[in-house]
């Protein structure tokens, strides 16, 4: 298994710009979740799907973001518009599992590395 | 409000000692704990976990010992290799909801 896949692995905007991150779960995994990581608050889920519903977005920053899963395959990140303090490395998880499941491995991408100038 | 803390941003040991990484929490309904490995431009990987059921679970060099009294985890390494050189991640999770990680801590052996 190729494991879970993302896309860039690079990203470099200017400010305002538009930014989509994407990402594909391992296959059969049935919840996919966003995260991102910085330096001072460490890892932080941004949102979460199961069966390709948001369940959680409660720690989307602001309405500036937004993330679709428009299948079992596929979903994306997007920033619009982007801002420097949106640089930070966001990583996207998948497992199997349902909501209900108190066992919760996740597995990670390899991230994406966004730097907003 | 951190549920989960890791009050170490780093530790350096030497190579064949023992490593210990601490980690707090706050929440009573934390009921399964993990911690992640992850190296420089890779994602975290999974590690170690324990119900909190167990006070302790083995894998290996590596041990997770858990004291719900004092809502505290940690993870020993023993021996230490250069190769577990790496950010560790504590997590927490309350049944049916979502992974809490702490801000991590950056584990240095030293050869």
């Known amino acids: 298994d190729a494991g879970v896949i993302q896309s860039p692995r690079h990203e470099v905007t200017e400010m305002g710009q538009e930014v989509t991150l994407r990402c594909k779960p391992i296959?059969?995994?049935?919840?996919l979740f966003w995260y991102r990581q910085t330096m001072m608050r460490g890892l932080e889920l941004l949102i979460y799907?199961?069966?390709?519903?948001?369940?959680?977005d409660s720690g989307m920053p602001e309405d500036r973001f937004s993330a679709k899963m428009p299948n079992a395959s596929f979903s994306t990140l997007k920033i619009q518009p982007s801002e420097p303090r949106d640089s930070a490395v966001y990583f996207c998880?998948?497992?199997?599992?349902?909501?209900?499941?108190?066992?919760?491995?996740?597995?990670f991408g390899p991230g994406t590395r966004l730097t907003v100038l | 409000d951190q549920q989960v803390k890791q009050n170490s941003p780093s530790l350096s040991v030497q190579e064949g000692r023992i490593s210990i990484l601490n980690c707090d929490y706050t929440?009573?309904?934390?009921?399964?704990f993990l911690w992640y490995k992850k190296y420089p431009a890779e994602g975290p990987t999974f590690l170690i976990s324990?119900?909190?059921?167990?006070d302790k679970n083995e894998d290996g060099r590596f041990t997770v010992f858990l004291n719900k009294s004092a809502k505290h985890l940690s993870l020993h390494i023993v021996p230490s290799q250069p190769g577990d050189s790496a950010v560790y991640f504590c997590?927490?999770?309350?049944?049916?909801?979502?992974?809490?990680f702490g801000a991590g801590t950056i584990l240095r052996v030293k050869s």
């Open positions: 998880a998948s497992r199997t599992g349902t909501s209900g499941s108190s066992y919760n491995e996740q597995f």
């Open positions: 296959s059969g995994h049935n919840s």
């Open positions: 799907f199961n069966n390709n519903v948001p369940i959680d």
């Open positions: 929440n009573s309904m934390f009921d399964y």
């Open positions: 324990i119900s909190s059921i167990k």
């Open positions: 997590a927490a999770i309350a049944y049916g909801n979502k992974l809490v």
